[in-house]
């Protein structure tokens, strides 16, 4: 099979196409024919070696679609050639013409409906919606009528999240986004109030008369997380979930949280894969379940090849594409 492969850590150009033997499915594991594979900034990460013991070549890619190739000999309830979506966060291995992948995070995608979701979405899916979800739910908890504020609005989990947060009763949802192209796009995705990033916090209390947030979900870091700490309210919660600007990291005084009543929550879909596989599992059917119910929409902006991943990570590191990008695999 044709993979696209990390030989070894560095920019964009070291991912390399790469031929592999075809795997087959361990005793509880799917194997997928990837139609689509979805691009995400931790397979950036990845490629600069955030992990540094990570064995190489090392396939990345957390998510993709396609049709089940074949079942490992425990795995029940799937059938060959069924349509199915996939979370391939625990071992990589998206961004390849076959993915195995353990049974519980292969989620079928002709579950009794009439209309099933697209491929194309549905490989944009797994990762940042069962992001958005899980954040919304367990980690901010949001209540209704709260208000949240969300960084990279625009981006692929951004886009997500504005819609999650307005799912689960949000009174006011607000976006920034880095550039003054985005703001229309940031819209549709659940946002009351898009501004730009470079002087947000002014214009979050301005748009809030000075009261605050609930909560601020945070992919961005550096000076737009040290810039939120302060609109939080008594009881806000900022979740930590990202480092897209690549900063140093900001120290938080838990003094400061103590006097302040705020608190400082933090979440990582992989880590929580590890840990809480059936949890990840459930939450997945319920964001993609959110996806082919037409409650969460999922813009793919922009499709490239297989072959083209390096140009995919370079226009998603520079931060200027708006969505999510996929690579057509095998469509
Ligand atoms: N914790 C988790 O489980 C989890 C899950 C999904 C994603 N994430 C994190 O969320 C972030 C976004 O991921 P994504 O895949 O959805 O990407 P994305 O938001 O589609 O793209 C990244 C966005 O970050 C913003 N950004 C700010 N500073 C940047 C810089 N110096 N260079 C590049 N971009 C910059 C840009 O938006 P603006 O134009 O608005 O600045 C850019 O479009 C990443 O940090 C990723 O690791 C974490």
């Keep these: ?42 397979e950036i990460l990845f490629r600069q070696g955030i992990a540094p013991d990570l064995p190489l070549p090392f396939v990345p890619g957390i998510e993709a679609a396609g049709t089940v190739r074949a079942v490992g000999e425990q795995v029940a309830g799937f059938r060959i050639g069924q349509p199915v979506a996939a979370l391939t966060i625990a071992q990589g291995g998206g961004y390849a013409e076959i993915a195995t992948v353990p049974a519980h995070l292969v989620f079928p995608l002709d579950a009794g409906r009439t209309v099933n979701p697209d491929l194309v979405s549905a490989a944009a899916a797994p990762s940042n919606v069962t992001t958005a979800y899980l954040i919304m739910s367990e980690v901010a908890r949001i209540r209704p009528g709260e208000t949240v504020l969300v960084h990279a609005a625009a981006g692929g989990v951004g886009s997500a999240i504005g819609q999650m947060a307005r799912k689960f009763g949000a009174g006011r949802v607000i976006g920034t986004v880095g550039s003054a192209d985005k703001i229309e796009y940031a819209r549709q995705f659940g ?65 400061e949280l103590w006097l302040s009543s705020r608190a400082v929550l933090g979440f990582n879909l992989q880590q929580l894969t590890a840990h809480d596989p059936d949890r990840v599992s459930q ?34 590191q520079a ?13």
């Excluded at 000076?223 to 979740?239: C, H, I, Q």
């Excluded at 600007?245 to 900001?250: H, R, T």
Aim: charged share 25%; no cysteine; net charge negative.
């Design 1 to 42: 099979m044709r993979t696209v492969a990390i030989p070894r850590f560095g920019e964009p150009e070291v991912l390399a196409l790469m031929h592999q033997p075809d795997p087959v499915p361990g005793p509880r594991e799917v194997a997928i024919d990837v139609a689509y594979a979805g691009v995400n900034y931790a």
């Design 191 to 255: 946002y009351d109030d898009i501004v730009l990033r470079d002087r947000f916090a002014e214009q979050v209390r301005e748009l809030t008369g000075g009261s605050g947030v609930d909560i601020v979900v945070d992919p961005v870091g550096g000076t737009t997380r040290r810039a939120s700490l302060p609109l939080l309210k008594p009881f806000g919660r900022l979740v930590a979930m990202g480092n897209a600007s690549g900063a140093d990291d900001v120290a938080q005084s838990t003094n």
């Design 283 to 316: 939450a997945a059917r319920e964001a993609l379940r959110l996806v082919a119910d037409g409650e969460i929409k999922v813009d793919v902006t922009d499709m490239l090849r297989l072959e083209e991943a390096p140009e995919a990570h370079r226009r998603l």
């Design 319 to 331: 931060g200027i594409t708006k969505g999510k990008l996929v690579l057509a695999v095998r469509p």
